[in-house]
């Protein structure tokens, strides 16, 4: 994660320079408070309050096995004290303790609550605590088990819809699309800890609800979160997914979104960078914080898992949006592939403008070597162009395009060797 600090503390400079002043979503990123519950109050003239905590229990259970639940509490009062359970399958218990115990007759995940009373004063709802009985029950590391890897995206839970709407009746949603007001709201809020800092585990996969009432998690809940939120929104199931990728070589892995709804082409997000971040630096931190981690992918949402990328993704084709031009006062934009190739390998490529609106300047093509040599060059404003070039010497090349109207574009690159890699413009 130090290659993430390092890019968010970067990008976050550019961004100061640019931007003086934005209404941004949320609660302090530096705290971990729940998201869903208030503060206690502070000051001499408090009003009776009491704050309970999330109960305290085992996670797993079988069908009719009597589990037991505790909470603990704070409060101003003075006084009698009853103590509730919302158990999550419609049920409810009151008890003189903060102790007490429950079954389920049902398979299911279940959310369990805890309240206090004292007279006519009543505290919130706690944190829920998730409890999974009988076959419901789900590993904290389900990566390798598809059927239970997706029930980690949880897009019609009454919080998830509660969340949605509450972000949209915000007054800064004006300032965003609703893609990236999802966006937004994740990386404001959400702060990054390790699964070794919160549960002493490796790898401890959190569900959206855990993720929202903790305002923490590591890179996979975060990016659980943020496509439990895009599919709540309504953006369809084969065109937002987790991606989980790592290194060629390694075991080290990461999670970020692969999707196609905000721009109409496949496209890679950081749901721990803001979308002001990812527009200042052009999309290059969403790429560079995720390209090494394409290796033995996996992706998946609440409809569907499956091992390599997206099936719309064929072997060969690449898909890219170009970001705003601002030629001729400042470089254009432009997108780069790169391969390793041997002497005297034919290339035969197909470059299509998904976009039809008019092409007011030439775009260009340039196929370079290591050294930056251009071996095969070609430009014009047609929406369509064929071309072919052979590798002079066995070799890296990179295909680069490069576009000089000001709106983004997305194009399409058919390339006969498929393997060719995303790369930085140098």
């Known amino acids: ?62 069908q009719n096995d009597n589990l037991t639940y505790s909470f603990d509490s704070k409060s101003n009062i003075d006084g009698n004290y009853s103590y509730g ?36 004063i009543t505290s919130n709802w706690s944190n829920g605590k998730v409890v999974m009985i009988g076959s419901s029950r789900l590993s904290r590391s389900p990566l390798n088990i598809p059927g239970q890897a997706i029930q980690y995206i949880t897009p019609d839970t009454p919080e998830m819809k509660s969340l949605i709407n509450s972000l949209f009746s915000s007054k800064w949603k004006s300032h965003y699309s609703n893609f990236d007001a999802c966006r937004e709201w994740v990386a404001k809020n959400i702060r990054y800890k390790r699964d070794q800092v919160l549960y002493n585990v490796v790898d401890y996969w959190q ?9 923490t998690g590591d890179c996979e809940d975060i990016a659980i979160l943020l496509c439990s939120m895009l599919r709540s929104l309504g953006i369809p199931a084969n065109q937002v997914y987790v991606a989980v990728g790592s290194p060629t070589g390694t ?53 569907y898992f ?72 070609c430009s014009g404003n047609d929406f369509k162009r064929e071309f072919s070039f052979i590798c002079e010497k066995s070799d890296t090349y990179s295909i680069e395009i490069t576009k000089r109207d000001y709106s983004p574009r997305n194009v399409r690159l058919i390339i006969s060797e498929p393997g060719w890699q995303r790369s930085a413009n140098k």
Request: hydrophobic fraction near 35%; charged fraction near 20%; aromatic fraction near 14%.
């Open 85 to 120: 359970f919302d158990w999550g399958d419609g049920s409810y218990s009151w008890e003189n303790s903060s102790i007490s115990s429950h079954s389920w007759t049902e398979s299911g995940i279940y959310i369990v609550r805890s309240q206090a009373r004292c007279g006519d």
């Open 251 to 303: 075991d080290t892995a990461h999670a970020y979104i692969i999707e196609r709804y905000s721009k109409g082409v496949w496209n890679i997000i950081e749901p721990q960078l803001d979308p002001i971040t990812s527009a200042v630096s052009f999309t290059f931190l969403d790429w560079a914080l995720t390209h090494d981690y394409s290796s033995k992918l996996y992706c998946f949402n609440d409809k």
């Open 306 to 377: 499956f091992k390599g990328l997206p099936a719309t993704l064929t072997s060969g084709v690449y898909e890219i949006n170009l970001w705003h031009s601002f030629w001729p006062f400042f470089i254009c934009a432009s997108g780069k592939l790169e391969k390793k190739l041997e002497a005297d390998k034919k290339i035969d490529c197909t470059l299509e403008w998904l976009d039809r609106d008019r092409i007011l300047f030439d775009w260009t093509i340039d196929v370079k070597d290591s050294a930056g040599n251009i071996i095969f060059s």
């Open 1 to 62: 994660m130090e290659k993430l600090k390092k890019y968010l503390y970067t990008s976050h400079f550019w961004v100061g320079l640019i931007v003086i002043s934005l209404i941004l979503p949320g609660c302090d990123a530096n705290t971990s408070k729940s998201l869903l519950t208030v503060d206690i109050p502070v000051g001499e003239d408090q009003s009776p309050y009491i704050i309970v905590n999330k109960p305290i229990g085992p996670d797993t259970g079988y």
């Open 207 to 215: 569900f959206p609800l855990e993720t929202l009432e903790s305002g």
